[in-house]
């Protein structure tokens, strides 16, 4: 026998407790919690109005000039999130400058700031007798309860999130294999464009749909700027309002059951765009998954 | 291939200054950079890749100044540290890469060939991340030569391989020098590497190249504890570590024959050195195979020393805690310091 061997117990230290399902039952219970939170005003939408309610909610001609200019508008906030945002982001991934902390702050801003604030900014930006309504009247964009107002509301909410996450994808590239292809022949341009932009994608897709999904839903700022919306520009429905702010006066005149109707309506096309984009993701048919390391 | 000199090359980075730096590097000839982090190893890599701007000297290949050229520009084979692989990217699509920068006709062929001489066929269509660190050293070097560069530019190749792909990489590497023709500046921790490729050497300390010179030289008169330590010394000292200790002690016996920045030796016997050399006495710390024999730590004096034991190894051996009497010859010691001269010092 040597001394050693004393110290070391025989068997397994006996508990009282097996704390092991008990941990795994207090995961499932917490999460479980969050995800009926999350399911049952879903479901109660559902079950308030018949579903024959939502087809005839479908059918009026308002309903679907919202829900093609809620879709229509969030497409073009999108895009300028692409061609605006990637490159702030970029900027602020790559190059050091003073006040880059001051800029990434203000870029923040309307991440934290109220809606209804950043709907009452623009109000005064754009009311009549200020410049910029002089010169948005003057190149044919008004913007005051017209589909270019909701767009602005859009981008000023949503495009934060493209920058902020293409600002970090860019930044996770690493700069040695930058440097390897430079080395190799490739100037900064093709560097960004065979190098750095494939690497950097997916973080900027996910940006591109956190986006989205926040143009979507947007209803604070709108309230203010384009509470209704007026044909002109590329819309030529009737008068109409994004599909929240349509939802919202449904509720506010009484109207529970029409309210329901059309925001589950909403509800299915939105997942089923966003379920889309997902499995695509997934699947691999859009390219950003190619040379992804394992698993 | 061509001649490259580099002339009084200068550079900053934040606060730190390097150079200056000469450098001549013909067809075929390898120079190794060592030194301790921080040293400005991999700042003067990426100031002859281009990546950080020259404020003094001149980059000559051929007799043309390329130090204001912009890296793409350069010919040079630059690997960084990581290697630097595009991850999204096939090991065949790395190699392809620089060709097809370049719209190189041939693009196909060139990178089969390339595939077939590292040894990377049954790998063609994997990407990095799937591949061994050695396999990933082959691509990074099948990839350079994929860009016909001029020069190629090593930071630490031999970063985490295992001894079978260190032995490889040594190989392939022996192969660009002599075949290819290539010359190369590799930076480098690792001794056997260092000498088994490198035709001279340059030792970085703080940003100013402390010796410059061929591997003969290095090994005979390492100069500083960090050179000393690269060629194998197990003894080294630097004045610090020799501070203390009373007249007739160890240290005050080695702080004697020590250079300014100290001194370094290799003890080969045991237990006593020629005749007429001091005897001192240590405890044993630790004994192990050294082949031949053994080698023997033990603390004298404050300070550990590394001793051999040759064979034939007759009883007793050293045990552990046991005190143990040695002998150094003094003829062993290695001054170190900058003023120290091979044959001039005592």
Partial sequence: ?295 | MSHWVVEGLETDLDHFHLGPVDLDLVPGSAIAVLGTSGAGKTTLLRTLAGFLRTRRGRILRDGVDISGWAPEDRALGYVPQGLGLLPHRTVAGNIRYPMELRNRPGAGRRTQELLDRFRLVPLAHRYPARLSAGEQQRVAIARALAADPGMIVWDEPWQALDVIARYELGLVLHELRETDRVPMVVVTHDPSLAFSIADSFVVLHEGRVRKQCDAATLLRAPSDPFAARFVGYENVYEPDALAGGAVGSLRAWLRERAGPEGIAFTCPGLPTGPAGTPLWEGTVRSARPGPPGLAVEVVSDELLVTLRVPPPLTPPLPTLGGRIRFGIDASTLQPLGSSYRPGVGT
């Fill in chain 1, 1 to 295: 026998m040597n001394r050693g061997a004393t110290n070391a117990p025989s068997s397994p230290p006996r508990r009282r407790w097996r704390t092991g399902p008990l941990w795994l039952t207090l995961q499932l219970v917490l999460s479980g919690s969050l995800l009926l939170l999350f399911i049952l005003p879903v479901v109660a939408l559902f079950t308030y109005a018949p579903i024959s309610h939502l087809f005839e909610a479908a059918s009026i001609s308002q309903v679907r000039a919202a829900l093609w200019l809620t879709f229509f508008a969030s497409g073009i906030a999108v895009l300028a999130a692409v061609v605006f945002g990637i490159p702030m982001g970029y900027l602020l991934a790559r190059r050091a400058f003073r006040g880059r902390t001051v800029v990434e702050s203000l870029v923040a801003l309307p991440v934290v700031v109220p809606h209804l604030l950043v709907g009452l900014g623009l109000f005064f930006l754009v009311i009549p007798g200020t410049p910029l309504y002089r010169f948005t009247q003057s190149i044919g964009f008004p913007v005051y309860d017209t589909i270019w107002g909701v767009v602005l509301v859009m981008v000023f909410v949503s495009a934060p999130y493209t920058v902020l996450a293409s600002e970090l994808s860019f930044r996770a590239v690493d700069g040695r294999v930058l440097e390897a292809a430079r080395s190799l022949g490739a100037g900064s341009a093709t560097v960004f464009l065979t190098v750095t932009f494939p690497l950097a994608l997916r973080g900027v897709v996910a940006g591109l749909i956190l986006s989205w999904a926040r143009a979507v839903s947007e209803i604070g700022g709108l309230l203010i700027l384009a509470y209704a919306v007026y044909p002109g520009g590329p819309y030529n429905g009737p008068v109409t309002s994004t599909i929240s702010v349509y939802i919202y006066n449904l509720f506010q005149n009484g109207n529970l059951a029409d309210a329901a109707a059309v925001a589950s309506l909403f509800l299915i096309i939105a997942f089923v765009l966003f379920l889309v984009v997902r499995l695509g993701e997934r699947s691999g048919w859009l390219p950003w998954r190619r040379g992804e390391l394992a698993p």
